[in-house]
């Protein structure tokens, strides 16, 4: 099972690049976790996918990041063996904290924690 810690707060700063959003899962650890006393009410909120393994659902605290092909030359971008060379050091400017966000208003939590059947809830982010 997978244990999602989700902000449960709209966040304060306009930035999206630098600050969790309300839905956007902060961190994915396995069932046996024991979260702290800070990883709660009121900032954040505790989901539970029972049979859903941790490296189903990894890719859900991945950020948004910067194309390649909007940073690179387009020169560059015609030599492939060149570009995927680039494209492990290249730094592209992070456009979203997450990719991901919850749909917390599908889903009823109980002091802040609640355990679904699939992640159904889970869409990409737009905008």
């Known amino acids: 099972m ?3 810690l989700i902000k449960a707060q ?3 700063q306009l930035d999206a690049a630098t ?3 309300r839905g956007d899962v902060v961190v994915v650890a396995p069932d046996a976790h024991e979260w702290g006393g800070s ?5 954040f909120l505790q989901l539970d996918v029972p049979g859903l393994p941790v490296a ?5 605290v991945t950020d948004e990041r910067q194309r390649l092909e909007d940073v690179t030359p ?7 063996k060149l570009l995927s060379r680039v494209a492990k050091t290249k730094d592209r400017k992070v456009i979203k904290r ?3 966000l ?3 208003e599908g889903i009823h939590f109980i002091d802040g924690r609640a355990s679904v059947g699939s992640i159904t809830e889970i869409n990409k982010r737009t905008g």
Request: proline share 6%.
């Open 2 to 4: 997978a244990s999602l």
């Open 10 to 12: 709209v966040a304060n």
């Open 19 to 21: 600050c969790y959003q």
């Open 39 to 43: 990883e709660g009410l009121p900032n």
């Open 56 to 60: 189903e659902v990894g890719h859900l």
């Open 74 to 80: 387009a020169v560059l971008r015609k030599m492939p």
């Open 98 to 100: 997450r990719q991901f």
């Open 102 to 104: 919850v749909d917390l």
